[in-house]
């Protein structure tokens, strides 16, 4: 937890160009990972099921 903590400490004064060119070596189709991350369902809305 702490080196996470460290990087964005290292990352906040980054400027916005290096911080997109990372993101996109990680995640080029910049999907939304947050319920992954928190080991939840696929992270679709019921709204945007309905969309589709």
């Not at 080029?28 to 969309?51: A, F, K, M, T």
Request: aromatic content about 10%.
């Amino acid at each position: 937890m702490e080196s996470a903590i460290t990087r964005e400490k290292a990352l906040k004064f980054w400027h916005r160009i290096w911080k997109i060119r990372i993101i996109e070596q990680v995640n080029p189709d910049w999907i939304d990972l947050y319920h992954e991350i928190l080991g939840l369902d696929s992270g679709l809305r019921q709204n945007d099921e309905q969309r589709n």
